[in-house]
């Protein structure tokens, strides 16, 4: 069945970076665009940028253009999230997800806190 497994958050201060990961299996990853989500607390969840199946184009959500990067790798069914420059407004939980066959797939989240 289909799989995603969040990993690599943590507590940073501000300023700083992490990289999120995402490891998919149950699915032809390749063929799939991926996305990240975040839900900070009391707050909805929010779309945070897609990448596109083979990788080749990504988009962002406009509270993170410029400071986070989306990419993949496709030989590892993984999904990453470079994220620099970190604020404290970007304290969340943040998930992949994936769209298969008209199913919505998420992963477990990981936390991530910017606080000094």
Known sequence: QVQLVDAGGGLVQPGGSLRLSCAASGFTFSAYPMMWYRQAPGKERALVGT?????????????VKGRFTIS???????VYLQMNSLKPEDTAV???????VGRNYWGQGT???VSS
């Not at 990448?51 to 509270?63: E, F, H, K, L, P």
Request: net charge neutral.
């Open 94 to 100: 943040y998930y992949c997800f994936v769209r298969v």
């Open 111 to 113: 936390q991530v806190t």
């Open 72 to 78: 993949r790798d496709n030989a590892k069914n993984t």
């Open 51 to 63: 990448i596109t199946s083979d990788g080749a184009v990504a988009n962002y959500a406009d509270s």
